[in-house]
C-alpha cells in the first residue's frame, strides 16, 4: 500500500485556508457581536441571524450552553415559565407542561439552542475571550471588541490582542456582565455602574431582568443575567424562560435601533 505522506500537510493547510477565509470575509466586520453562548445570548443569535444580520458569537470556553448544563444541582432537568413556550417552539425544543411551566432536558436545552443560532447564519467561535471594548466619542459609541484565545489568557502570557468591528455588541455573559464591567472601568464618561446581583427572588427576577434587557449606551446591549448583575435584581436559580425571553427582546432591541439608525 501506498501512503500519500503530504496528507497532514493537506489537512493543516485546509483548516487554516477555510478559518482565516471565515475571519476576514465574516468575523473581523460584523453586525452583532454576542458575548457569550449561554441560553439568552444564543437565543439573541437566532432571531438577529434570521432577521439578516451578520452575527458572531464569542464564548471563552469550549462549549455551549452557560449554566444550563449543570441544571440545578447537577440535575438534569430544567424549568422553563409558560411565557417562553413559543421560543421553544421555534428551536424545536421538546417540553412537558407542569402547571404554568414546562420542563426540558438540559442537553437538549443547550444543542437545540446552538443548532438553532448555527442553522439561522449565525457564528459561533469557541475559546475567545474579550479582553476589551472598542468605543468612540463626541458621539460616545461601542463600535466592536478586543479580542485574545482563551489559552493565552489562561497561560499567563503577554500576546497583544485583535480587533473586531461591530455596530453593536451583546453582553450575554450571564452572572459576572464580564463586557459591562469592562466598559464601566474603561470607556471614559460612561455613566453606567454595575450594581451588582442579590439574593434569590425568582418570580420578581424573571420579570425585571426582561423588563431591563437593553441597551445601555449606543452600541452596547445587555441581556440575560448579566442585567440582574448590572441592575441589582435578584437572582433566579435553574429557571429559564427569563433569559429566553431576554435574548429575544434584546434581539428586538437591537433591530428597533438599526432600523432608526439607517
Known amino acids: 500500500m501506498v501512503f500519500d505522506t503530504s496528507f497532514e500537510g493537506k489537512i493543516s493547510k485546509i483548516i487554516l485556508e477555510?478559518?482565516?477565509?471565515?475571519?476576514?470575509?465574516?468575523?473581523?466586520?460584523?453586525?452583532?457581536?454576542?458575548?457569550?453562548?449561554?441560553?439568552?445570548?444564543?437565543?439573541?443569535?437566532?432571531?438577529l441571524a434570521r432577521s439578516g444580520y451578520r452575527v458572531v458569537v464569542f464564548e471563552r470556553r469550549l462549549s455551549f450552553g452557560g449554566g444550563i448544563g449543570g441544571g440545578g444541582m447537577l440535575m438534569h432537568k430544567i424549568v422553563v415559565e409558560g411565557l417562553a413556550k413559543p421560543i421553544l417552539d421555534e428551536f424545536n425544543i421538546r417540553s412537558v407542561k407542569v402547571g404554568d411551566h414546562y420542563v426540558v432536558d438540559a442537553s437538549e436545552f443547550m444543542a437545540k439552542l446552538a443548532v438553532g443560532a448555527i442553522d439561522a447564519g449565525a457564528?459561533?467561535?469557541?475559546?475567545?475571550?474579550?479582553?476589551d471594548l472598542i468605543f468612540r466619542d463626541n458621539p460616545l459609541k461601542v463600535v466592536g471588541?478586543?479580542?485574545?484565545?482563551?489559552?493565552?489568557?489562561?497561560?499567563?502570557?503577554?500576546?497583544?490582542?485583535?480587533?473586531?468591528?461591530?455596530?453593536?455588541?451583546?453582553?450575554?455573559t450571564g452572572h459576572d456582565a464580564e463586557v459591562v464591567s469592562i466598559a464601566v472601568k474603561?470607556?471614559?464618561?460612561?455613566?453606567l455602574e454595575i450594581r451588582g446581583e442579590k439574593s434569590a427572588y425568582t418570580e420578581l427576577s424573571e420579570k425585571l431582568v426582561v423588563e431591563k434587557t437593553g441597551v445601555l449606551i449606543p452600541g452596547l446591549y445587555v441581556t440575560g443575567m448579566a442585567v440582574a448583575t448590572v441592575y441589582g435584581l435578584p437572582r433566579?436559580?435553574?429557571?429559564?424562560?427569563?433569559?429566553?425571553?431576554?435574548?429575544?427582546?434584546?434581539?428586538?432591541?437591537v433591530i428597533k435601533d438599526f432600523i432608526q439608525g439607517s
Open 123 to 131: 457564528r459561533i467561535i469557541h475559546g475567545i475571550h474579550v479582553d
Open 186 to 191: 474603561k470607556i471614559p464618561n460612561i455613566n
Open 236 to 253: 433566579m436559580g435553574p429557571v429559564f424562560g427569563g433569559m429566553l425571553l431576554s435574548g429575544k427582546k434584546v434581539a428586538e432591541e
Open 18 to 47: 477555510y478559518t482565516m477565509r471565515d475571519w476576514i470575509d465574516n468575523i473581523t466586520s460584523c453586525d452583532v457581536v454576542i458575548v457569550g453562548a449561554g441560553p439568552s445570548g444564543l437565543t439573541a443569535a437566532r432571531y
Open 145 to 172: 471588541v478586543v479580542i485574545q484565545w482563551s489559552a493565552v489568557v489562561l497561560s499567563g502570557l503577554h500576546v497583544d490582542p485583535l480587533f473586531v468591528e461591530s455596530k453593536a455588541v451583546i453582553d450575554a
